[in-house]
């Protein structure tokens, strides 16, 4: 045992500097991440929705989404992410804070992919210096800071997916391939584009050519499978793909591609502006696109097959009918991360500069990055600034406040939340929902139908997504009902339990 200890010692000194910036990362994104949970601070949309189809995986059935879209037969009709079969397990371990724990995990690996293509490029130098740049950037900040995304998970495996690409290790590139494919439907979309950089990129290697156009058809015909036929097959009545978000562009994505071909001053125009009726949202696309910029991606342009990369990626952000997509929150910039790291490293070791300049330019810029994560953000328009969410620095964070700034015990909280049976049907306020998501039928109050409690949190100000005047309106409505009863009540906490 003595012999393993020193031995993992040795190996960590010989490593420290991967192994210390992990490290320090790993506890900032667990004191953002995961105080938010404990905190009351995730939200049903989306973590709750996620939880519960990992408890229905865990006990060998289909999750039937009943915190959203209750007119879809099967929660893949939502997202195709049968990635999350596979990590169903671990909520025996880890419980509602399975996927927060994954996402961390999954960004701290990230990382270090990160670390190996800057390396084996460079040097271990920069390579360090790489890694902690891409552990400061904004979109890991904003991702984490709302609940758990497999935007983020699917994305922090591309690192390693454009790591073997380059080393031409296509038994590696195959299996990460398939797990990124697996993760999420959109991204077969964005694997073709990857794949085709680097396509277009090869020298006169026929075999590697060959191998590589082969997964540009893969990742279309699963997108356009899973897109045309599965996911409308389990999107209930409507049968259709629910997250069409382009309709400036067109109806269908065919339409969508014949307006970008046929009418490139009008894409440029919708890409770069702000084509909602609204001028708060001005400003919102230039700030992600500053944000990007300052934050490494100057230098892309050195590196044309990363903006090949990143059309799909900006595409989605700008071109969508939802102006919070368009801006620095949530999980939202996230892909946005490793291509900002990668191709801002490869660039500048590109540049005719000593290496102590490019040393110093690469610092400068890892600084800058962490400044927009702390100012930038803080100070966007995008959708409201939650400090509390963010702010891991901030002593608020740690404490027992609600968006009021009321205070309210933890403890009761949780104490109160096990005394409801894992069997009961539940309907809960959003902020309670993901404590309560590993059930078989879990509801986001209002909607209560069958449910036998219903939990709440009157003193939260986010009521989403019921306006406050209807929550009150329906809390007295049940406290004069005969069907329910008062299990408990405080100023904080109100528990409803259906009379048999």
Known sequence: MNSIFKAALLKFKENSNIFIPILIFGIIYSLISLINHYCFRTYARDLGIFTNAL?????????????????????????FT?????????????????LLIIQIVSILLGGLGVYKIIENKIDKTFATIAIIH????????????????????G?????????????????????????????????????????LSFLITQENNKQQK?????????????????ISNIMPSLSGENNEYIHFDYTILGSDFQ??????IIKPYYTIKVFLGNFLDNSLYDFLKTETILAFLLSGGFLIFRKPQYIIILIPIFGQKFFNSYFSKWGLFNHYSIELVPIIAISFYLALNSLKLNTTVKLRVAIFITCISFLISVLMVRNSNSVKYREINYEFY??????????????????????????????????????????????????????????????LLPMEENKYPIKNDKYFQKIQELKMLQDWMIQYENDFLIIFKRVD
């Open 55 to 79: 408890y229905d995986y865990a006990h060998f059935q289909w999750n039937k989404p009943t915190v959203l879209h209750l007119e879809l037969e099967n929660i893949l009709g939502d997202h």
């Open 210 to 226: 060959s191998f590589l156009f082969a997964l540009m058809i893969i990742s279309s015909t699963y997108f356009y499978f899973v």
């Open 394 to 455: 901030n002593p608020k964070h740690y404490k027992s406040l609600s968006y009021n700034k009321s205070s309210y015990s933890y403890k009761t909280l949780y104490k109160e939340l096990a005394r409801i049976s894992e069997n009961s049907i539940v309907s809960a306020q959003s902020q309670m929902l993901p404590h309560l998501a590993l059930r078989d039928k879990i509801y986001e109050f209002p909607v209560i139908l069958d449910a036998q409690y219903i939990v």
């Open 255 to 260: 339409e969508v591609i014949k307006t970008i």
């Open 82 to 98: 049968l990635i999350s079969i596979l990590f169903a397990p671990l909520i025996y371990i880890f419980g509602t804070y399975t």
């Open 134 to 153: 891409f552990f400061s950037i904004w979109g890991i900040y904003s991702a984490l800071a709302f609940d758990a995304h497999y935007s983020v998970i």
């Open 155 to 195: 994305t922090m495996f591309v690192p390693w997916l454009i790591y073997y690409l380059l080393k031409k290790n296509n038994l590696n590139s195959i299996l990460i391939f398939i797990i990124i494919l697996l993760t999420k439907e959109n991204f077969s979309i964005w694997l073709f584009f990857i794949v």
